[in-house]
């Protein structure tokens, strides 16, 4: 899995669920802290488009 802490408590949570919108799922844990779980093969293709995804969804977040 991969995991990605934030300074932020809340950050985690409102990332996980604007992934899920846009069909990713990632599940915050510990209040700050957001797990990704891929499977365990990727084409090269799915992890750019969930790269876009988590960009898209980052930009988002700047954005409010």
Known sequence: ???IEFK???LA???SLKL???G???KPTHK???KLTPP???TE???QEISKIFEKCWQELESL
């Open 1 to 3: 899995f991969l995991a």
């Open 8 to 10: 932020h408590e809340k």
């Open 13 to 15: 949570n409102v990332l």
């Open 20 to 22: 899920l919108e846009n």
């Open 24 to 26: 990713v799922i990632a």
């Open 32 to 34: 700050c802290i957001l």
């Open 40 to 42: 365990l093969v990727l």
């Open 45 to 47: 293709t799915q992890i």
